[in-house]
C-alpha cells in the first residue's frame, strides 16, 4: 500500500477528512522554502503537494505564477527539488507524509519519463499531480511510475462527464483531484452544493478518494469541502501568506513561516472539525 493510500486510509478510519497542502519549491528562496516543507506536518497538513516550478504554467493563477518565478529567481531545479524531498524524509524521520510533485509535463519530458520516475521514487516522492498530461498521453508515463510505486493523479474538472470520466479514472491512483472550478488557480470558488453534487456524481465511478481544490480561502470554505470531499486542497491561498511575508526587497521576514503555519493551522482545524459518518 503506497503511503498516499495508507494516509486515506488512516483519515477514514479516524472519520475525517484530509487537507492537502500546496507550497512552491524553493519560494521565496531554497531555505526558506525547505523550513515551510519540514513544518507542514506539525502544522495541519495530511498530505503535501510540492509544486515544480516552470515557465510557461498554463493552470497557474497570478499568485503561484509569481509563486514559480519567485523560485526559479532563486535558483531552483527539479534537482534541488527533489532535494527538498529527500532532505525532509532523513531530517524528520517523517516516512508517513505523503508528498506528490505538482506541476507540468514539460519538466518529465526533459528529463525522460523512467528517469523521472526513478529519482522522484529514490528521493522519497509519492506521487505525480502534472496538469497538462491528457489520459490519452498517460501511457507514456504510467508504467514507468507504477513500477517506481508512485501514484498518478489526474484532474476531473466540472465539464468532465459520465462518458469522459472513466478515461481519467483508468490512469488514476492515489486519489482523484476534483478542481471544483473552471479557469486557473486562486480565483473563484465553487459553492457547497456543486462540489457535493459533483463529488457525489465521481464516487459512483470510483472508490479513489477525492480531493477537491482551486478557491479555498478559509476554515469554513475547508470545513465546507470536508463534509462532501475525503481531502480539502489548498494552495494560492498559501502562497499568498508566503508573499505577505516578504519585504520590500523581496526578502523573508521573521513573521513569514509562522504566519504561513498559523493560517495552515487555522484550515486544519475547520477540516478537522467535521466528523465523518
Known sequence: MSRIAKRFARLKADKRA??????????????????????LP???????????????????????????????????????TFD????????TGDNDTPILLMGYYNLVYQRGPERFCKDAAAAGVDGFILVDLPPEEADELKPYAVAA???????TAPTTDDERLPAVLKYSSGFVYFVSVLGITGTSSATEEAVRTHVERIKRH?????????????????AAIARHADAAVVGSAIVERVKAGLDDEGKAKPDLVPGVFAYIKALADGVRGVRKA
Do not use: C, H, W
Open 18 to 39: 484530509g487537507l492537502v497542502t500546496y507550497v512552491t519549491a524553493g519560494d521565496p528562496n531554497l531555505d526558506v522554502s525547505y523550513q515551510i516543507l519540514k513544518g
Open 206 to 222: 470510483t472508490e479513489l478518494p477525492i480531493g477537491v481544490g482551486f478557491g479555498i480561502r478559509t476554515p469554513d470554505q475547508a
Open 42 to 80: 506539525a502544522a495541519g497538513a495530511d498530505l503535501i503537494e510540492l509544486g515544480m516550478p516552470f515557465t510557461d504554467p498554463m493552470a497557474d493563477g497570478p499568485s503561484i505564477q509569481l509563486a514559480g518565478q519567485r523560485a526559479l529567481k532563486a535558483g531552483i531545479t527539479v534537482d534541488a
Open 84 to 91: 527538498m524531498v529527500r532532505r525532509f524524509r532523513k531530517e
Open 149 to 155: 510505486g508512485i501514484d498518478t493523479v489526474l484532474l
